[in-house]
């Protein structure tokens, strides 16, 4: 325990890609006896109200929707208004330093602790720098990445970043004490279907039919649990009821830790989360990046999980029924490759990265020594 009683201001974009190595930080800090706070954006209210911290402050941001003059006038004009809130709530909650997660919402909070002359820190999650990362990075004292070579093209960068993983959330720590067990000949096999935290479309289109590709005796093997946007449940639901098949379909799962350590199988995006929470537990998975992802982020972090053999990746123009339907039938027809695949995601987990930027951040802050 630390003997002052120091406070961090998290500063994360409201959804949980941002928000919940946010949420592993404070909960590692926590355990130190640090305070948080959070700044953030009105999204928040749907991921951060059991947030750990002892105050949540909302900040304006905005994203860059346009090049015409007028838009960028107006992101200009939301970004000032933010840096001046930030500026008045920094002054009042006086950090020792302040930690952003990347996202929109995280550049007034870094910004104005950067202009009052308070440490600062950034995360990366992604397998490339995002926007807002790379307009904060050269200004703040130390980067931290949860993939290896994010900033290898850049010595100024380089020389203050710390590889400390992905933060994942204490639900993922204790999912991943779950051991993966592969099916028994013939047993019946978990299938997970997600798309991140708002769902896929493509999902939904893609995933019942390849599953009625399948032979019928593989295909009555199959349990199916699938996120689904609420207009295309019912379909969905529709699709595997006329196949016979076990399925739960749901537009959120609130306990989505859990369902991800009782699965065989996962389908889904490849958001930094998602990659780190899938390695974390151990998971063999096919991941299929979002082709409209700023930098193709999601396309860095599905590969960094299939080279070391734990996952399977699948851009959108090849993700077809007849391609899943095969990839699936050749998986559950290779029990040792399962298994073998959830081994290899797990060596690309870190359970102690929140423990790790914990530790990075508070030496930024002058708590603990730089040699610690």
Same mark, same amino acid.
Request: proline share 7%.
């Given at each position: 325990?630390?003997?002052?009683?120091?406070?961090?201001?998290?500063?994360?974009?409201?959804?949980?890609? =941002? &928000?919940?190595?946010?949420?592993?930080?404070?909960?590692?800090?926590?355990?130190?006896?640090?305070?948080?706070?959070?700044?953030?954006?009105?999204?928040?209210?749907?991921?951060?109200?059991? /947030?750990?911290?002892?105050? *949540?402050?909302?900040?304006?941001?905005?994203?860059?929707?346009?090049?015409?003059?007028?838009?960028?006038?107006? *992101?200009?004009?939301?970004?000032? @208004?933010?840096?001046?809130?930030?500026?008045?709530?920094?002054?009042? !909650?006086?950090?020792?330093?302040?930690?952003?997660?990347?996202?929109?919402?995280?550049?007034?909070?870094? @910004?104005?602790?950067?202009?009052?002359?308070?440490? $600062?820190?950034?995360?990366?999650?992604?397998?490339?720098?995002?926007?807002?990362?790379?307009?904060?990075?050269?200004?703040?004292?130390?980067? #931290?990445?949860?993939?290896?070579?994010?900033?290898?093209?850049?010595?100024?960068?380089?020389?203050?970043? *710390?590889?400390?993983?992905?933060?994942?959330?204490?639900?993922?720590?204790? #999912?991943?004490?779950?051991?993966?067990?592969?099916?028994?000949?013939?047993?019946? @096999?978990?299938?997970?279907?997600?798309?991140?935290?708002?769902?896929?479309?493509?999902?939904?289109?893609?995933?019942?039919?390849?599953?009625?590709?399948?032979?019928?005796?593989?295909?009555?093997?199959?349990?199916?649990?699938?996120?689904?946007?609420?207009?295309?449940?019912?379909?969905?639901?529709?699709?595997?009821?006329? &196949?016979?098949?076990? #399925?739960?379909?749901?537009?959120? /799962?609130?306990?989505?830790?859990?369902?991800?350590?009782?699965? =065989?199988?996962?389908?889904?995006?490849?958001?930094?989360? $998602?990659?780190?929470?899938?390695?974390?537990?151990?998971?063999?998975?096919?991941?299929?990046?979002?082709?409209?992802? &700023?930098?193709?982020?999601?396309? !860095?972090?599905?590969?960094?999980?299939?080279?070391?053999?734990?996952?399977? &990746?699948?851009?959108?123009?090849? /993700?077809?029924?007849?391609?899943?339907?095969?990839?699936?039938?050749?998986?559950?027809?290779?029990?040792?490759?399962?298994?073998?695949?959830? !081994?290899?995601?797990?060596?690309?987990? *870190?359970?102690?990265?929140?423990?790790?930027?914990?530790?990075?951040?508070?030496?930024?802050?002058?708590?603990?020594?730089?040699?610690?």
């Amino acid at each position: 325990m630390i003997d002052a009683t120091p406070m961090v201001m998290v500063a994360a974009g409201g959804t949980g890609g =941002h &928000l919940f190595p946010a949420e592993a930080l404070s909960v590692a800090l926590a355990g130190r006896g640090v305070a948080v706070e959070l700044a953030t954006d009105e999204r928040a209210s749907r991921y951060g109200h059991t /947030f750990p911290a002892r105050a *949540t402050h909302l900040i304006p941001s905005a994203t860059i929707r346009g090049r015409d003059p007028l838009s960028l006038a107006r *992101t200009a004009a939301t970004l000032t @208004l933010g840096v001046s809130k930030a500026w008045l709530v920094l002054g009042r !909650a006086r950090p020792a330093v302040v930690v952003g997660f990347g996202g929109y919402p995280s550049i007034p909070p870094v @910004l104005a602790a950067t202009l009052r002359g308070i440490p $600062t820190v950034i995360h990366e999650q992604n397998g490339v720098m995002g926007r807002a990362n790379r307009f904060l990075a050269k200004r703040v004292i130390a980067i #931290a990445t949860g993939f290896s070579g994010v900033t290898d093209r850049d010595s100024v960068l380089a020389a203050k970043a *710390t590889h400390v993983g992905n933060p994942v959330r204490p639900a993922i720590i204790e #999912a991943a004490k779950v051991p993966y067990v592969v099916p028994g000949a013939g047993g019946r @096999l978990n299938l997970l279907v997600f798309g991140g935290s708002q769902g896929a479309r493509v999902m939904a289109d893609i995933v019942p039919p390849a599953i009625e590709a399948l032979d019928p005796s593989l295909r009555a093997r199959l349990s199916v649990i699938q996120q689904a946007r609420e207009e295309d449940a019912a379909r969905v639901q529709t699709a595997y009821a006329r &196949l016979g098949i076990e #399925a739960e379909v749901t537009p959120f /799962f609130a306990d989505l830790p859990a369902r991800m350590a009782a699965s =065989h199988m996962v389908i889904s995006r490849s958001g930094a989360s $998602t990659v780190a929470e899938l390695a974390a537990i151990g998971r063999p998975a096919f991941l299929v990046p979002l082709p409209t992802a &700023l930098d193709q982020d999601q396309h !860095a972090n599905a590969s960094a999980l299939e080279q070391v053999g734990g996952a399977i &990746l699948i851009t959108q123009d090849d /993700f077809t029924p007849a391609r899943l339907a095969s990839d699936i039938a050749a998986l559950m027809n290779a029990p040792d490759r399962l298994a073998a695949m959830a !081994a290899a995601a797990r060596t690309a987990g *870190t359970i102690d990265a929140a423990d790790r930027l914990a530790e990075l951040v508070l030496k930024v802050a002058g708590v603990l020594p730089a040699t610690h």
